[in-house]
């Protein structure tokens, strides 16, 4: 069974930074790429950013320029480094997956693996 573990959310003074990590694991064939989205209460679920088995990589307008998306596939890991950060980028972060995983010995492709969520705060 396939697993995203987000970890690396918190509180932080706006203008400051964090990294966020989600690492994958299960019976994992291939990663074709990953993303991070966020929601805040009420609102729908958004892309921040997604980047592809080969490093190309997108981003939303509001977080082009402070956000980077990162991605080591050797460790199925995919990194989000937030700086500059505003009280706007508060939600819960989600990590995405799209990837080929083994089912009772078959490749199963399935696009639509999420984490539990980490949470950001951005207050002074």
């Known amino acids: 069974q396939v697993q995203l573990v987000e970890s690396g959310g918190g509180l932080v003074q706006p203008g400051g930074s964090l990294r966020l990590s989600c690492a994958a694991s299960g019976n994992i064939f291939r990663i074709n790429s990953m993303g991070w989205h966020r929601q805040t209460p009420g609102k729908q679920r958004e892309l921040v950013a997604h980047i592809t088995r080969t490093n190309s990589t997108n981003y939303a307008d509001f977080v082009k320029g402070r956000f980077t998306i990162s991605a080591d596939n050797a460790q199925n890991t995919v990194y989000l480094q937030m700086n500059n950060l505003k009280p706007e980028d508060t939600a819960v972060y989600y990590c995405?997956?799209?990837?080929?995983?083994?089912?009772?010995?078959?490749?199963?492709?399935?696009?639509?693996?999420w984490g539990q969520g980490t949470q950001v705060t951005v207050s002074s």
């Open positions: 995405n997956a799209d990837l080929i995983h083994i089912v009772r010995g078959l490749p199963v492709a399935d696009d639509d693996f």
